[in-house]
């Protein structure tokens, strides 16, 4: 199961109009984040946006952490990276968080050693499939907008978890290109919830087609 997570202005942006990290979320989304991480067994992560961010998220609340130790799990969810290549700066702060690090890649290059595991992008189906064939059968997919809008397109996003930000950012940086070719179809809101900080967070579920 993959759950899209996005922090997003009111008019459905991520970053401000010159682009880089917004930083949207306030302690509403840092909550309802924190509450998806703790359900995840990984996180797929978009090349990119951890060149952007330099780090990955991780579960702060500490009785969500309680709870996955209590049940057996890993402290953190297995950060999986989806990437053309393995070039990442040495630097970024991501290699000194504590979690595993996957890549998830179509490229045969040689792994980099800062990574745990690779795993080859034949498609999606194919990968998706070896993910959950390593555990990893609950997803949460942090971005960016390319990585949203590739597995958008074949229906592989079965939530919507949209935290939605009291800012106007304006820009071509929308959380979905306008571009993008995505699977026509229906969702359904599972959940709707007043954050702090005048927040507003909204899961929506994916409706299947009947045979």
Not at 118 to 139: K, N, P, T
Request: net charge negative; hydrophobic share 45%.
């Amino acid at each position: 199961m993959l759950r899209l997570v996005l922090a997003v202005s009111l008019d459905g942006r991520l970053a401000p109009p010159q682009g880089g990290a917004a930083h949207l979320g306030g302690l509403g989304d840092r909550q309802v984040l924190d509450e998806a991480l703790a359900w995840a067994d990984g996180c797929l992560i978009g090349a990119e946006t951890l060149r952007c961010h330099g780090s990955t998220c991780l579960i702060r609340a500490p009785h969500l952490l309680a709870e996955r130790a209590a049940s057996g799990r890993a402290e953190q969810p297995v950060a999986v990276v989806v990437s053309r290549s393995n070039d990442f700066s040495p630097d970024l702060h991501f290699w000194r968080q504590p979690l595993q690090r996957w890549l998830l890649t179509p490229t045969r290059s040689p792994l980099a050693p800062a990574f745990d595991r690779r795993l080859d992008l034949e498609s999606w189906g194919v990968a998706l499939a070896a993910l959950a064939d390593q555990g990893l059968d609950r997803l949460v997919v942090l971005g960016g907008a390319a990585l949203a809008a590739s597995l958008l397109a074949e229906g592989w996003i079965d939530e919507l978890q949209l935290t939605l930000c009291p800012r106007l950012l304006g820009g071509p940086h929308a959380w979905l290109p306008l571009e993008a070719a995505v699977q026509a179809g229906e969702w359904c809101l599972q959940e709707h919830r007043r954050l702090e900080g005048e927040e507003l967070l909204l899961r929506y579920r994916r409706v299947l087609a009947k045979p």
